[in-house]
Antibody, heavy 120, light 110 residues
């Protein structure tokens, strides 16, 4: 079945960078976009951006422009999300999710989440 | 502050029907499909409703979605204890060229 498997827990200091991976399986990797969403403690879901694995085209949330980069490795069906200049308010669970490719605009399935803690 | 507006909480007794609203504007809900997600603490979000009112296979018929103008709703009938979770609506925002979420509604089964 379709699965999105994410990398493990990360603990970083303010100012550092983090790179989270998301390995897709069970479908043709280049036929679906992948979205990243995060959830800070006690907060709601925040859309971070999207990447098209076929074209490598990206679209990032305005609030993260300049700090986030999403890339793909087609040979391993893996998407990466790198966030730089980390701040304490970047502490959150980071999720990847497969985009629908039929014009219905939804995310399914989601990865299990990666906890990123930013603390001095 | 979230772009889509949801009530922070909702509750109901087992067997009852609960409705969760999601309010937006013409730049997102008014012109694009709404999807709904269930997040049980400690687990990843799960797709409940897509394209305003479509249920993925495996989602019980107790869950239904609707939309009118710039507002959408998720209804849960025959409430069960395992429905206790956070629920989020989402839609694409054409003016932001981004997807936006509601702030989430915490559903308590009394």
């Amino acid at each position: 079945q379709v699965q999105m498997a994410q990398s493990g827990v990360e603990v970083k200091k303010p100012g550092a960078s983090v790179k989270v991976s998301c390995k897709a399986s069970g479908y043709t990797f280049t036929r679906h976009g992948v979205t990243w969403v995060r959830q800070a403690p006690g907060q709601g879901l925040e859309w971070m951006g999207w990447i098209n694995p076929y074209s490598a085209m990206t679209n990032y949330a305005q609030s993260l422009q300049g700090r986030v980069t999403m890339t793909t490795d087609i040979s391993t069906s893996t998407v990466y999300m790198e966030l730089r200049s980390l701040r304490t308010d970047d502490t959150a669970i980071y999720y990847c999710a497969r985009n629908d490719n039929g014009g219905n605009d939804y995310f399914d399935p989601w990865g299990q989440g990666t906890l990123v803690t930013v603390s001095s | 502050q979230s772009v889509l507006t949801q009530p922070p909480s909702a509750s109901g007794a087992p067997g009852q029907r609960v409705t969760i609203s999601c309010s937006g504007s013409s730049s997102h809900i008014g012109r694009n499909f709404v999807s709904w997600y269930q997040r049980i603490p400690g687990t990843a979000p799960k797709l409940l409703i897509y394209a305003d009112n479509q249920r993925p296979s495996g989602v019980p018929e107790r869950f239904s979605g609707s939309k009118s103008g710039t507002s959408a709703s998720l209804a849960i009938s025959g409430l069960q204890p395992e429905d206790e979770a956070d629920y989020y609506c989402a839609a694409r925002d054409d003016s932001l060229n981004a997807w936006v979420f509601g702030g989430g509604t915490k559903l308590t089964v009394l």
